[in-house]
């Protein structure tokens, strides 16, 4: 087969209705005339994830969390229905196409219900079905583990498919198509003067993912272990996107390349916990366990053999955190405080790991807008502060002016 595979994903408000379903069946179909063999993901249409976990929290008694396993099963629904109608729609085309759920697509994953982890994909039924010369619809965000069970790999998961498939299928490119027509030095909506980025390597794109960005940060890893150019663009917009690549010299001539910026963070702080070897692992590991990610950890100098252990989570995760920490017998501590409101800023940038001062300059441009930093953490090429969620839109413009992101 001389045809080269491109695998595309759509997602967001990209796929909101049928219409717009129509419209894509269209451009895959001419994806396909210009000689690629199109695999694509799709995510669930609008908010249809949303109203599951509505649906699934109102169905049990006396506020009982649903059973993870059948709420996989229900999630995975979501990707279906959109993986379906538009297969239905580009065969109305009168070309051949097949719509796969994760299961069929061979996607196998780890037993962790609602954030699994893929652990290889089956590719021989879907080289089968391209090399018949079939489009390929893969129902994103799912696959199924060793027991034979559904399984979905937590929100924006579908990114991580859409990677993982590219990589086992050896396609030239990855395309992404979203909402939005790019990455950017920062979020438009709040920075007008924010600009959209030719090109990003993995490492910056990973930092800026893991805070916010408009990627999967498991997606970006995946791209990054496997070399797959991951291409960014908006679904209906003829503009160009961004090309997320291995590339040393593509942005480094700007130190700081953007400011990522994520809103759904909670601070959580264990008060008064004895002070021994193990304590930060004991508290961390059943978290990670349960595939929970912590962020920014702060802890205190010992007074009187006690400390105090402060973390950021998503705001997603809090409750668990919560029911964990309280879960854990061999924990003694005064009290788990729980905080929400808050958002981390930070500026990334390859560049930065060989130019020292811009920990300086950042804490300066915060300090002159009166912003109050409730915790620091860095990196080689990242440097983040948590803040009250009020002083994001001031602190950003203030950085995006500062480190001149909107000059070329």
Same mark, same amino acid.
């Given at each position: 087969?001389?045809?080269? !595979?491109?695998?595309?994903?759509?997602?967001?408000?990209?796929?909101?209705?049928?219409?717009? /379903?129509?419209? !894509?069946?269209?451009?895959?179909?001419?994806?396909?005339?210009?000689?690629?063999?199109?695999?694509? =993901?799709?995510?669930?249409?609008?908010?249809?994830?949303?109203? #599951?976990?509505?649906?699934?929290?109102?169905?049990?008694?006396?506020? =009982?969390?649903?059973? @993870?396993?059948?709420?996989?099963?229900?999630?995975?629904?979501?990707?279906?229905?959109?993986?379906?109608?538009?297969?239905?729609?580009?065969?109305?085309?009168?070309?051949?196409?097949?719509?796969?759920? %994760?299961?069929?697509?061979?996607?196998?994953?780890?037993?962790?219900? *609602?954030?699994?982890?893929?652990?290889?994909?089956?590719? +021989?039924?879907?080289?089968?079905?391209?090399?018949?010369?079939?489009?390929?619809?893969?129902?994103?965000?799912?696959?199924?583990?060793?027991?034979?069970?559904?399984?979905? /790999?937590? $929100?924006? %998961?579908?990114?991580?498919?859409?990677?993982?498939?590219?990589?086992? #299928?050896?396609?030239?490119?990855?395309?992404?198509?979203? +909402?939005?027509? *790019?990455?950017?030095?920062?979020?438009?909506?709040?920075?007008?003067?924010? $600009?959209? @980025?030719?090109?990003?390597?993995?490492?910056?794109?990973?930092?800026?993912?893991?805070? *916010?960005?408009?990627?999967?940060?498991?997606?970006?890893?995946?791209?990054?272990?496997?070399?797959?150019?991951?291409?960014?663009?908006?679904?209906?917009?003829?503009?160009?996107?961004?090309?997320?690549?291995? %590339?040393?010299?593509?942005?480094?001539?700007?130190?700081?390349?953007?400011?990522?910026?994520?809103?759904? =963070?909670?601070?959580?702080?264990?008060?008064?916990?004895?002070?021994?070897? *193990?304590?930060?692992?004991?508290? @961390?590991?059943?978290?990670?366990?349960?595939?929970?990610?912590?962020?920014?950890?702060?802890?205190?100098?010992?007074?009187?053999?006690? !400390?105090?252990?402060?973390?950021?989570?998503?705001?997603?995760?809090?409750? $668990?955190?919560?029911?964990?920490?309280?879960?854990?017998?061999?924990?003694?501590?005064?009290?788990?405080?729980?905080?929400?409101?808050?958002?981390?800023?930070?500026?990334?940038?390859?560049?930065?790991?060989?130019?020292?001062?811009?920990?300086?300059?950042?804490?300066?441009?915060?300090?002159?807008?009166?912003?109050?930093?409730?915790?620091?953490?860095?990196?080689?090429? $990242?440097?983040?502060?948590?803040?009250?969620?009020?002083?994001?839109?001031?602190?950003?413009?203030?950085?995006?002016?500062?480190?001149?992101?909107?000059?070329?």
């Amino acid at each position: 087969m001389n045809k080269k !595979i491109v695998v595309q994903k759509y997602g967001g408000t990209s796929i909101g209705d049928v219409e717009k /379903l129509k419209l !894509i069946a269209k451009k895959i179909v001419d994806k396909k005339t210009e000689g690629f063999s199109p695999v694509v =993901v799709v995510s669930a249409m609008g908010k249809t994830t949303d109203e #599951l976990v509505d649906m699934s929290e109102k169905v049990t008694f006396n506020k =009982v969390k649903p059973d @993870l396993r059948e709420k996989d099963t229900l999630l995975s629904t979501g990707e279906l229905v959109s993986a379906t109608l538009l297969a239905m729609s580009i065969k109305s085309l009168n070309v051949d196409v097949l719509s796969l759920s %994760g299961q069929q697509a061979g996607i196998l994953t780890d037993q962790i219900h *609602g954030s699994a982890r893929i652990s290889d994909i089956n590719t +021989d039924r879907m080289m089968k079905e391209i090399n018949d010369d079939k489009i390929l619809i893969i129902a994103g965000f799912q696959g199924i583990n060793n027991q034979g069970d559904i399984t979905t /790999l937590g $929100r924006g %998961g579908s990114d991580t498919t859409a990677v993982a498939l590219a990589a086992a #299928l050896s396609a030239d490119v990855c395309e992404i198509f979203t +909402d939005v027509e *790019g990455i950017y030095t920062t979020d438009p909506r709040i920075v007008k003067q924010a $600009r959209k @980025l030719e090109y990003i390597n993995y490492e910056d794109m990973l930092e800026m993912a893991v805070l *916010g960005a408009k990627m999967h940060p498991r997606s970006i890893e995946l791209a990054s272990v496997y070399n797959v150019p991951v291409y960014v663009a908006g679904t209906f917009s003829k503009k160009k996107g961004t090309l997320i690549t291995k %590339g040393d010299d593509m942005e480094n001539n700007k130190t700081v390349t953007g400011i990522a910026i994520d809103k759904n =963070v909670s601070k959580v702080t264990i008060k008064k916990i004895k002070n021994k070897p *193990g304590t930060a692992a004991s508290i @961390l590991k059943p978290l990670s366990d349960q595939s929970i990610s912590i962020d920014i950890i702060v802890q205190n100098i010992p007074m009187d053999g006690y !400390i105090d252990f402060s973390f950021s989570v998503s705001d997603d995760d809090l409750g $668990r955190v919560y029911d964990i920490l309280m879960s854990q017998g061999n924990l003694e501590f005064e009290e788990v405080i729980q905080g929400k409101g808050f958002a981390k800023i930070s500026l990334v940038g390859t560049g930065m790991q060989n130019a020292p001062g811009y920990a300086t300059d950042m804490f300066n441009a915060l300090g002159e807008e009166n912003v109050e930093i409730e915790m620091i953490t860095t990196s080689e090429i $990242r440097i983040t502060c948590l803040v009250k969620e009020e002083d994001v839109e001031k602190s950003v413009k203030s950085l995006h002016s500062k480190f001149e992101l909107d000059k070329d």
